[in-house]
């Protein structure tokens, strides 16, 4: 976990990533939640416009002082992508939905992920994930056949726990400055 939250940090804070998120030509909201079991989500830092440095230090202090939630629960994906869709719901109008899951696990509890996006609508929203590898066996596979969805959707992949920080740093570089160009155009 402190290997995750450091790593989120640390990429808020690298250049190339200040720079995407503080565009004035392209204005971007954050929310950050914690996932595990069904029913166990819990928002760590609610919708932030990022629009100065400050607004983008306090989202990196909200991350930093969360405490992790209960250990050793089940993996709950289809729970984090359900939870995820509705809190961009909350939003409002926004010119590209990016829904980011990181996990070390196949879903194990609660409904699966394709059944979740049979019974709920996520048009225009691109799901992006990083999975985590040394846990599972063919942990990617399974991200790239179950859970990423939408135009251009992706996995980013660490091999071990201790690959996270630059895994996070690669995929929202790639979000940022890739993805974000060409949704602009829609």
């Not at 990196?60 to 984090?80: N, P, S, V, Y």
């Not at 056949?145 to 726990?161: K, M, Q, S, T």
Request: proline share 2%; aromatic share 6%.
């Amino acid at each position: 976990y402190e290997i995750q939250r450091s790593g989120l940090i640390a990429a808020l804070e690298a250049e190339v990533i200040r720079k995407a998120l503080l565009d004035p030509k392209d204005k971007v909201a954050i929310a950050v939640y914690e996932w595990s079991g069904a029913g166990h989500q819990e928002i760590v830092s609610d919708w932030l416009l990022v629009e100065d440095a400050g607004v983008l230090a306090a989202l990196r202090d909200r991350i930093g002082a969360h405490g992790r939630g209960e250990d050793r629960l089940a993996t709950a994906i289809g729970g984090a992508l359900q939870f995820g869709r509705d809190l961009l719901a909350q939003r409002g109008d926004c010119g590209a939905w990016t829904l980011d899951l990181s996990g070390d696990g196949r879903s194990n509890e609660g409904s699966d992920p394709d059944r979740v996006y049979a019974r709920e609508d996520f048009e225009g929203i691109t799901v992006n994930a990083l999975a985590i590898g040394g846990h599972e066996r063919d942990i990617v596979g399974y991200f790239e056949r179950e859970v990423i969805r939408g135009p251009g959707a992706f996995v980013e992949v660490a091999r071990l726990h201790r690959d996270f920080p630059l895994a996070i740093r690669r995929k929202l570089e790639r979000e940022l400055t890739v993805q974000m160009v060409g949704e602009a155009g829609r």
